[in-house]
């Protein structure tokens, strides 16, 4: 039947065979590293949300207290403060758990041990803000202690509570009472976004406010130096400087500058914004500058591709019509660039709020309670001690209450989150502003 | 001081070390078409890119020699490249609309140099540039559609029409209807015939028929040299040079 010189195209020659093989292999190792990376992420989301979801959930015991105007007064003028008010919900929660038959026989040092040392400072700052509040009884929401907190996750049982010196299985068995009577509860977790940090001794009030804040800080600083000198940078080399040996040496230090490990940016800030223009100490001013400094070449490199990117007939037919070269920029390559340029300046972001080994060297693992303030007159723009969101999560997996690891690894998934966030937007920006020609 | 439009004595073109326009002598006249043929490579569009000094695009690009419009020589330090190209148009081989609408491809020119006092104005710019491109019919229903979004040729003669918005004196053509179908050549050719009324026109093609059909004068390139330069009929029925007569008779390309 066929008689052509090629064969029937109904049996595959050997030639095809072959081919259509190696086709067939080569797909699975594409598919099978595919597989592999999935996995890979796949796993390590699992690991982190399973350590650090839990930290968005806390737990809190509820009790009414009662304050009349003269305890408020009588607080404000001892000299511990804090100490007093703490004395106020103590009585408090001796008075509920008496009426409510709730104490047995727990000592009573084991039923305050189960409320937050940060509690007395809630307390505080709630009645400041409430001053009608006094000489009424109302309902209070108040940190439980990390352990039990630790308890209703997991952390801790009544056998590893019998070994630790700083909770006992009393107070566990307080706690499941406490519970049956709907007095603790568990909230969603506001305060580990507005909190800031707290001491070795206090997980449960530690949060991540002032290292939030002070990212935010540096993502402004990076944002508003590193966008614009990144552009007129690569605007200059792509558009206006002549192809020569020094344009090629600059070319190449960029890149290479790319590639410079993030520390060695820590050491420059160090040397030269605080050792030689005195900036502050781990100031997000100075932590903004060193990631500007590390983040310029990533946003060059983008801006330049995408500036190249641009067909050079748009550039020739604004020539054409009597544009001048600075016309031809900004009227049409730079608008077509722009996408590029955007993406390329959030996944530098991106990068630099990441970034944690340079600012570990400015200082900026400080333990900061206050929040930096953006502006004051002493320490000028951004020039307030601060941390920063990775540092955070260094600074925490260094502590030994493994009540911080739920956090650090709560801290890595709000930072995901941040990430997640940019990235999504990037590709955003990039699809609504892609143009076709 | 001369009838010329364009004047171009001893021009020589290099890119880098390659010589690629060797003494070339042109005079070009107002209000004719000029035709460049010649085999690729040869550099019709080189020079072509010299008489509006788009070669100053190119780094490695190097002018020498005299080229004066109007007796002005426009390689003078006193001259603003940009002054030169609004003066002398340009439509280039491969249809380069910007991606924006198609009125604000037309608008564009006498936008940035300032030919229209108000919004009328402008829009009766964009209309006349378009008539005159043959192109109105097809996008005065559509002047807001992006200029890309058009057929190559529509593309071509919407270049045509931004360029002829600005009120050049001087139209440089390079191969405009090499992306082009008869229908449209023609129009192109149409429209090149009623430019000569007011410009001056030089075009480079690699069509033999087209450059008898459109041009009154016609330059014959080869290897950098201007081998022959005369009236079209001429050229086309009585070439003087050998290389012109093999190449018009096809036996060179
Ligand atoms: N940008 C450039 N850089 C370096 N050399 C160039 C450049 N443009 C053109 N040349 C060289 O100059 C010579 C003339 O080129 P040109 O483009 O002027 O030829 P042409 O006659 O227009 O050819 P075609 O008909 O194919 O368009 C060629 O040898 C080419 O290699
Ligand atoms: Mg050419």
Redesign the interface.
């Known amino acids: 039947m066929s008689t052509s010189k090629h064969g029937s195209l109904l049996t595959l020659d050997a030639r095809t065979k072959k081919r259509n093989a190696a086709e067939k292999r080569f797909r699975a190792y594409g598919l099978g590293a595919i597989v592999i990376a999935v996995a890979a992420l796949a796993m390590l989301l699992i690991s982190i949300i399973a350590n650090g979801a839990s930290s968005f959930r806390q737990t809190y015991i509820s009790f009414p207290v009662t304050i009349s105007a003269e305890e408020i007064e009588a607080a404000e003028s001892s000299l511990l403060k804090t100490g007093a008010y703490n004395k106020i919900i103590q009585t408090g929660l001796l008075a509920y758990l008496t009426e409510r038959d709730l104490l047995q026989d727990t000592p009573e040092a084991d039923a305050f041990g189960m409320i937050s040392g940060e509690a007395g400072s809630t307390f505080r700052q709630f009645i400041l803000a409430n001053p009608d509040a006094a000489g009424t009884t109302f309902q209070l929401d108040l940190l439980a202690n990390g352990r039990i907190d630790g308890y209703y996750k997991g952390r801790v049982t009544a056998e590893t509570a019998a070994l630790d010196k700083n909770v006992t299985p009393a107070q566990l068995e307080l706690a499941d009472r406490l519970a049956a009577d709907g007095a603790l509860v568990k909230q969603f977790n506001w305060d580990f976004f507005t909190n800031p940090d707290a001491s070795d001794q206090r997980p449960e009030a530690a949060g991540l406010g002032v290292a939030i804040l002070g990212s935010l800080y540096m993502m402004a600083v990076v944002l508003c130096l590193a966008l614009p000198i990144g552009v007129a940078a690569s605007i200059y080399l792509e558009e206006f400087a002549?192809?020569n040996w020094i344009t090629d040496v600059i070319e190449v230090n960029i890149a290479n500058l790319a590639a410079v490990p993030s520390i060695v940016y820590g050491i420059l800030g160090l040397a030269i914004f605080i050792n030689f223009a005195e900036f502050n100490q781990s100031s997000p001013l100075v932590g903004g500058l060193v990631l500007t400094l590390m983040t310029l070449p990533t946003i060059i490199i983008s801006t330049r591709a995408s500036l190249k990117s641009i067909?050079p007939?748009?550039?020739?037919?604004?020539?054409?019509?009597?544009?001048?070269k600075m016309?031809s920029v900004f009227?049409?390559v730079l608008p077509?660039a722009s996408p590029g340029i955007l993406t390329g300046t959030i996944i530098g972001l991106a990068q630099a709020l990441g970034e944690t080994a340079p600012l570990l060297l400015i200082g900026m693992v400080a333990f900061v309670k206050e929040y930096p303030a953006a502006y004051t007159a002493d320490a000028g723009l951004f020039g307030e001690a601060s941390t920063a969101l990775p540092v955070q999560v260094f600074n925490w997996t260094q502590r030994s209450d493994p009540a911080f690891v739920e956090r650090a690894s709560g801290a890595i998934i709000t930072l995901l989150i941040f990430l997640l966030i940019m990235n999504a937007l990037a590709i955003f920006l990039r699809k609504k502003f892609e143009?076709?020609? | 001081m001369t009838d010329y439009k364009i004047s171009a004595k001893g021009v020589q073109v290099y890119y880098g070390d390659n010589h690629a326009i060797k003494d070339v002598d042109v005079q070009i006249e107002d209000k004719t078409v000029t035709a460049f043929i010649g085999p690729s490579g040869c550099g019709k569009s080189t020079f072509l890119r010299t008489l509006?000094r788009?070669n100053d695009?190119i780094?490695i690009c190097r002018v020498v020699g005299d080229i004066r419009i109007d007796g002005e020589d426009i390689y003078d330090p006193a001259v603003d490249p940009?002054?030169l190209?609004?003066k002398v148009?340009?439509?280039?081989q491969?249809p380069?609309?910007?991606?924006k609408s198609i009125y604000d491809n037309v608008a564009?020119?006498p936008k940035?140099?300032g030919l229209a006092r108000n919004k009328a104005d402008l829009d009766e710019i964009v209309e006349k540039s378009l008539r005159k491109a043959a192109l109105w019919n097809e996008a005065k229903d559509r002047l807001d559609a992006p200029g890309?979004g058009l057929s190559g040729g529509q593309q071509q003669r919407l270049?045509i029409a931004?360029?002829i918005?600005?009120a050049p004196e001087v139209l440089l053509m390079d191969e405009p209807c090499s992306a082009l179908d008869p229908i449209a050549t023609a129009q192109v050719e149409e429209l090149i015939d009623e430019l000569r009324q007011s410009y001056s026109v030089v075009i480079v093609t690699h069509s033999m028929q087209q450059a008898a059909r459109v041009s009154q004068r016609t330059a014959f390139f080869h290897l950098g040299n201007l081998v022959e330069y005369g009236e079209t009929d001429k050229i086309f029925t009585n070439p003087e040079d050998p290389r012109t007569e093999s190449y018009i008779s096809g036996r060179i390309g």
């Not at chain 1, 007939?313 to 001048?324: C, F, K, N, T, Y």
């Not at chain 2, 148009?89 to 280039?92: E, I, L, T, W």
């Open positions: 002549r192809k067909p007939s748009i550039r020739d037919a604004a020539l054409g019509v009597g544009a001048s016309q009227h049409h077509l143009r076709r020609w | 509006n788009m695009t780094d940009v002054q190209r609004a148009g340009m439509v280039f491969k380069n609309p910007f991606p564009y020119g940035i140099h890309t270049c931004r360029a918005a600005t």
